[in-house]
T-cell receptor, first 109, second 118 residues
């Protein structure tokens, strides 16, 4: 079967760094996406990894290890507006995104 | 990134009526659009995949006669919730796939439509 495993909730302090881990099992693999979703809003695209390694984009970086079925999203210099849910979504062999429940990130002053 | 719009952003209707939701890709052509539903504090659930010029592919458990999807152009897909009932109240989100030079493409989401059926 297809499965996504992310922590349900994480708490971090403004200005700090947080790493959100994701492990996945899919039928085939065509890359992995990270999305941010604020409460009551639609998801917004953050990053895409298809090869192993780290992709850096401003304060956000995403890492992928295909052999381990593992990815993480690293958020630096946390701001209050980063409080949101973060969704790890691998793409299977049919190019379908597989969605988990996401990680709710709470930023405290 | 690419922009996807959705209209209306929220709608309240009476039980038994039909509601149409539009999804548009504003600055790119989308041969494939997706319709999702999300209940409070739950993950996104794919309802159907909409391909321009052909019939939509519905996920298991989604009634195609109740959720009518039309993808008549490369920039517009519509979802019509027919004979809506209170249990259809949800957050409906569309996404459009942007093809990027032959690589695996990114889905960009519309802002969502909050449907409340009284």
């Amino acid at each position: 079967g297809q499965n996504i495993d992310q922590p349900t909730e994480m708490t971090a302090t403004e200005g700090a760094i947080v790493q959100i881990n994701c492990t996945y099992q899919t039928s085939g693999f065509n890359g992995l996406f990270w999305y941010q979703q604020h409460a009551g809003e639609a998801p917004t695209f953050l990053s895409y990894n298809v090869l192993d390694g780290l992709e850096e984009k401003g304060r956000f970086s995403s890492f992928l290890s295909r052999s381990k079925g593992y990815s993480y999203l690293l958020l630096k210099e946390l701001q209050m507006k980063d409080s949101a849910s973060y969704l790890c979504a691998p793409m299977d062999s049919n190019y379908q995104l597989i969605w988990g429940a996401g990680t709710k990130l709470i930023i405290k002053p | 990134g690419a922009v996807v719009s959705q209209h209306p952003s929220w709608v309240i209707c009476k039980s038994g009526t039909s509601v149409k939701i539009e999804c548009r890709s504003l600055d790119f052509q989308a041969t494939t659009m997706f319709w999702y539903r999300q209940f409070p504090k739950q993950s996104l659930m794919l309802m159907a995949t909409s391909n321009e010029g052909s019939k939509a592919t519905y996920e298991q458990g989604v009634e195609k006669d109740k959720f009518l999807i039309n993808h008549a152009s490369l920039t517009l897909s519509t979802l019509t919730v027919t004979s809506a009932h209170p249990e259809d109240s949800s957050f409906y989100i569309c996404s459009a796939r942007e093809i990027q030079g032959g690589e695996t493409d990114t889905q960009y989401f519309g802002p969502g439509t909050r449907l409340t059926v009284l």
